[in-house]
C-alpha cells in the first residue's frame, strides 16, 4: 500500500514495437524520437510535480522475441530514471506483437485449440467462460501461454505475468484521499492472437472472469486491456461490467486516440501508438499523462481525472500538447465521476506487504503520511527477479534453497519459487541484505525491512 499526498499520476504509453535493432543501431529510426519523450516528459515535471509510474498498454516487443525484451528493459530503466519513479513502478499488459509467432506456427496442437475457441465463440458464446476454464485447468494448460513466454520473462519483474491460473494481475492499492484507494487491473487479450487476427471473424477473447472486477467498498480501479472493444468476441457479455466497476479503461491496438466518457461513470482511453508504422495514412507517435484525484465537499466525493495527450510534431521534431478547441486552452482534457460514499472504516491490508490491517481515516478526515509507509517490497521482487541465472543460481546455492525437482521448472517458475522460499527461510531483510552485495549501486544505504528474529 502506498499512500499517495499529491494527485496519482501516471506516465502511459501503447504500441511500442520495440525491434532487435532498436538500441544503438544506426538502423533505428525511432531513437530519437524516444529521446524526445525523455526529454518532454522531462520538462512536463516542472507543471506536474510528479510522475509515480508507467502503464503499458501492450506491444511492448515486435515480435515477442528475447532480445527486444532485453531492449525495452534498458530504455524503460532510462524513463523511470529521467521521470523519477522508481524502477519496479512499471504495469504491462501483453499485446498481439508480443506473441512469438513461431511457437503458435510450430504447433499444431495450438492452432486446434485457438480454433477451437474461436468456433465456440461464433456459434455460441455463452459457453466461451466453461470452455476455456476447461482449458486453462488442463495439465497441459501452460501450451496456451507459450507464445507469451518471452513476455512473461520480462513482465516478471514488474510482477505483470500472466498464468493459466490467473490470467489478469491486480496491482497493490495506491492510498488517496477520504479512505478511497486505486488498484489497477490488467487483462491478457492476446492469449489466442496469432497472424489471423482481425476485428470480423477473428477476433480475440478476454472471458468474463478477467473483466469480473470486485464491487470494494472505497477502491476505485483501471482496467487496462490491449485490445479495444470492436476486437473481442465477448465485448457485449462484459461492456457493462467494465463501465460500472472501472472509473477508467485503457486499450491499445489502435494507434488511433479516442477518449470518451461513457454513461457519466468510465473513461474510455483507446490509445495512440508510440511507435506506429510509417507506412500507416496517418503516422502520428504519441504518449499522455493520467492524473488522478478526489474531490471532496461536505456531502459526496469526485473522481477528477486529467489526460495530458502528447503528439509528436513532424516539423518540429518534439513532443507538444494536444489542445483541445472546447478545453479553454488546457493542455489536458478533463473528467469528473461521482464516487459512491464509503460504506464503513476500511480497513486494508495490502497482500504483497505483510503488514497488519491499518485503520484508515473517516471521510472527510486528512490522511497522515504516517499512516502507511511506502512499502519497499515491489522494489525488493523487481532486483530479485532482474537477478541473471546465474547469480540467482548462486543465490540458491548459498542459502540452500534449490530442490530436486527444481531442475524441470521453467526459469520464471523457478525465481518465484526460490524467492518465495527465500521470503519463508531468509525474511525480506536478509534478501535485502544478500541482494545489495551483488548489485550495491541498486540499493540504498538503508535497509526497510525488520530483522527477522
Not at 102 to 110: G, H, N, V
Not at 167 to 182: I, K, M, P
Not at 258 to 272: F, M, Q, T, W
Not at 404 to 413: F, G, M, V
Request: some cysteine; proline content about 4%; hydrophobic content about 35%.
Amino acid at each position: 500500500m502506498e499512500t499517495i499526498t499529491h494527485p496519482l499520476t501516471f506516465l502511459h504509453l501503447s504500441d511500442i514495437h520495440f525491434k532487435a535493432y532498436s538500441e544503438g543501431e544506426h538502423n533505428d529510426l525511432d531513437s530519437d524520437l524516444r529521446q524526445q519523450l525523455l526529454i518532454d516528459a522531462e520538462n512536463l515535471l516542472d507543471k506536474i510535480e510528479n510522475i509515480d509510474g508507467v502503464l503499458i498498454s501492450g506491444d511492448i516487443a515486435f515480435s515477442g522475441s528475447e532480445k527486444e525484451y532485453e531492449i525495452a528493459s534498458d530504455w524503460l530503466k532510462r524513463l523511470c530514471n529521467t521521470i523519477g519513479c522508481e524502477e519496479s513502478k512499471v504495469w504491462v499488459v501483453p499485446g498481439n506483437h508480443d506473441i512469438n509467432r513461431r511457437a503458435i506456427q510450430d504447433s499444431p496442437m495450438l492452432q486446434d485449440l485457438h480454433n477451437s475457441l474461436r468456433l465456440t465463440c461464433r456459434t455460441d458464446i455463452k459457453k466461451l467462460d466453461d470452455k476455456l476454464r476447461g482449458f486453462l485447468r488442463d495439465r497441459n494448460a501452460e501450451l496456451l501461454l507459450s507464445p507469451l513466454r518471452e513476455y512473461n520473462s520480462f513482465a516478471l519483474k514488474y510482477e505483470c505475468i500472466t498464468t493459466a491460473n490467473k490470467l489478469f494481475w491486480d496491482s497493490e492499492d495506491f492510498q488517496l484521499n477520504a479512505g478511497y484507494r486505486l488498484r489497477i487491473r490488467g487483462a491478457n487479450s492476446a492469449l489466442i492472437s496469432s497472424h489471423l487476427d482481425n476485428s470480423g471473424d477473428n477476433k480475440l477473447i478476454v472471458g468474463e472472469v478477467q473483466a469480473m472486477i470486485p464491487n470494494e467498498d472505497g477502491v476505485i480501479y483501471i482496467f487496462m486491456c490491449h485490445h479495444p472493444f470492436n476486437w473481442i468476441y465477448e465485448w457485449d457479455n462484459i461492456e457493462d461490467l467494465l463501465i460500472n466497476r472501472s472509473a477508467i479503461q485503457i486499450y491499445g491496438h489502435k494507434h488511433d486516440l479516442r477518449l470518451d466518457l461513457i454513461n457519466g461513470k468510465s473513461v474510455r482511453l483507446a490509445s495512440g501508438a508510440l511507435h506506429p508504422s510509417r507506412n500507416e495514412d496517418s503516422y502520428d507517435p504519441r504518449y499522455n499523462l493520467i492524473r488522478i484525484d478526489i474531490e471532496s465537499t461536505e456531502n459526496h466525493h469526485n473522481l477528477l481525472i486529467e489526460v495530458w495527450e502528447r503528439q509528436w510534431n513532424k516539423r518540429d521534431r518534439s513532443f507538444q500538447a494536444v489542445y483541445q478547441h472546447a478545453n479553454a486552452g488546457k493542455e489536458y482534457r478533463s473528467f469528473k465521476i461521482p464516487l459512491q460514499p464509503l460504506r464503513s472504516r476500511a480497513k486494508i491490508k495490502s497482500e504483497k506487504a505483510a503488514t497488519p490491517f491499518i485503520e484508515l481515516p473517516l471521510q472527510g478526515e486528512a490522511i497522515s503520511e504516517e499512516v502507511i509507509e511506502v512499502q519497499p517490497k515491489r522494489d525488493l521482487v523487481y532486483q530479485f527477479m532482474s537477478l541473471s541465472y546465474i547469480n540467482l543460481i548462486s543465490f540458491a546455492l548459498e542459502h540452500k534453497l534449490l530442490l530436486d525437482t527444481d531442475s524441470n521448472l521453467p526459469e520464471i517458475d523457478l525465481k518465484l519459487e526460490i524467492f518465495n522460499r527465500a521470503e519463508k527461510t531468509l525474511g525480506l531483510y536478509k534478501i535485502w541484505e544478500e541482494l545489495s552485495k551483488l548489485s550495491p549501486h541498486n540499493f540504498g544505504n538503508d535497509n526497510p525491512f525488520e530483522r527477522k528474529n
